[in-house]
């Protein structure tokens, strides 16, 4: 009897685990409001039906679904990339924000401003042929190494995202990266990392010129942008790459918060849900003061409206995978 | 015994036509050559096998799924928007091209050239909302009607290009329009007419902007291009939103050119197609001195490269649904 007991309660106990799609996430609310959304939307005949053709659902990526601190990921591809070209660049060493990079001052990175970081992503990302891009991120990824953990960044993901991810593309819908950082960037790897493929990544975007080079065409990146996926940018990169208005969306900052905004003022069932930076043991916390991913606005608009707040320290038993 | 026969008969011929997913092209060498190439590409082990994702193929809309002729229909809807708009600009009457729209003289309109289409489309596209510019688009499209034809204009598609994007979607590819015509005009009934739904439709775009208009998120359509979705625009608009490059790609004219280059100098088994205008009595013959839709360098590279060139005429039984 105490056999059959054990051994029933190991059965239950793992039937129960193979049926939860979401076991990172902590019985809370948060995760209870997820499923709840997921089972209206897609229950025929209930009143919140989605049909599955405008089942979208758009993803910030920083602070969303990998982390962020202390910098953005992005940045540090920036630094290594000013780093091996700076041999071929004598003059970076009187002129900012290059001189700063290469003293290692991150100060003087900051202090330099938009202004400097234009000048970073023409000097590191224009210039090239989308195909010479892809190839150089695709080569940092697979050695760089983040300066906290000593991880690839692409380890560095958020185990429980991974599962709404897959749960959401399990129940019809379509996953997209809507983000601050570079589309071209983002692509190389998204596939792989999230199984959201390039052609639903939306990120900041650069022109682009068609040339033929000895005969054979080619894509020149510009040091200019069409999209600045950011804050207002978000619902005009949606609209533009997308045409639909999402009826889901995730991320965990103020320049989200419009995204956000265009997704659940839709009409009908609609899901929206910041991330909350609260285990610094984990990972990092931060939220209103923060120098990346401030997260304040949207934290009084979500309390306002009823959005879904995850509280990673609370919410989430997993981080990273 | 000849009961048998012909129901023998009848029955081979009914199953040929069921088996046959492209009833209304002849069996000529366009047809062959398209077939092979999808039989090519997803016969696992064949050495031109292309894994599902990487199956995209391209299609421009103007004169490749539907016709252009006597000219693009996105400039009826215009000519159309500036009439029921003008009581309420009586300044158009001396203002060019309203001027001369009003009075029915396209020749006055062409005359105004890049310029004038510019100042038409920022009066009758821009300042609306997305969801404005789309019910626009929507009523008219239920009730406009072709010049020449009578026929709505969404009846003046091509049927053997509807089996084309058919067998290709049912072969595990991605169908894409890549047009030079408005994105934003294009969207509200390219899935219903082609099976094309809004993400995948890349066109020209006009900038946007995000405001909270009385509480309630609203895009402004901007009277600003930030993608001229033609000639050179085409590989960009590919790379934009898409990411990949495509492995087929169906044009009809100059302005497609540069996608079918970028498209067929890509390594591995790749699929280029012009369709070329012959067919004067059934729809329009046209091709290197039309003013729209010039087919030009585009057939001479056609010939050179060994692309795919679709005699209307002799390789289409059928024209319109």
Same mark, same amino acid.
């Not at 990079?101 to 000048?119: F, T, Y």
């Not at 080569?139 to 560095?156: E, L, N, R, S, V």
């Not at 610094?280 to 209103?288: K, M, P, Q, S």
């Given at each position: ?16 685990? +193979? ?37 979208? +659902? ?12 202390? +910098? ?12 091996? !070209? %700076? ?23 900051? %202090? ?7 000048? !970073? ?24 190494? &983040? ?17 709404? !991810? ?74 533009? &790459? ?5 009826? +889901? ?7 989200? !918060? ?17 991330? &909350? &930076? ?44």
């Amino acid at each position: 009897m105490k056999h059959f007991a054990i051994a029933a309660a190991v059965f239950l106990s793992a039937s129960a685990l +193979a049926a939860d799609p979401l076991p990172s996430w902590n019985d809370t609310a948060s995760k209870k409001a997820i499923v709840v959304f997921v089972e209206n939307v897609t229950k025929e005949g209930s009143p919140d039906f989605v049909p599955v053709p405008e089942r979208i +659902a758009t993803f910030d990526n920083d602070g969303t679904l990998w982390s962020e601190q202390p +910098a953005y990921f992005q940045l540090f591809f920036t630094i290594d990339q000013v780093k091996s !070209l %700076a041999p071929k660049h004598s003059e970076w060493k009187q002129q900012e924000p290059f001189a700063s990079i290469l003293k290692g001052d991150m100060k003087g990175v900051a %202090a330099s401003g938009e202004k400097g970081l234009m000048a !970073l992503l023409a000097a590191t990302h224009a210039g090239l042929t989308t195909e010479e891009f892809e190839k150089a991120v695709t080569q940092w990824m697979a050695t760089a190494k &983040h300066p906290k953990t000593g991880k690839p960044f692409t380890a560095m993901i958020y185990q429980p995202m991974l599962e709404l !991810l897959a749960y959401l593309r399990a129940n019809g819908f379509k996953t997209y990266i809507v983000s601050g950082g570079g589309i071209e960037f983002m692509r190389p790897w998204t596939e792989k990392t999230y199984g959201i493929p390039p052609e639903q990544v939306i990120g900041s975007s650069g022109g682009l010129k068609y040339e033929v080079r000895d005969g054979k065409p080619v894509l020149i990146k510009l040091p200019k942008l069409v999209l600045n996926d950011d804050k207002e940018g978000k619902p005009v990169g949606i609209q533009r &790459h997308i045409g639909r208005r999402p009826i +889901a969306a995730f991320g965990n900052s103020d320049g989200d !918060l419009q995204m956000l905004q265009w997704t659940c003022s839709g009409s009908g069932a609609r899901f929206c849900l910041f991330v &909350h &930076h609260t285990d610094a043991e984990r990972e990092y916390a931060y939220d209103r003061k923060s120098h990346i991913g401030k997260l304040d606005k949207g934290l009084d608009e979500a309390k306002a409206r009823g959005w879904t707040v995850v509280d990673m320290k609370g919410d989430w038993n997993k981080i990273y995978p």
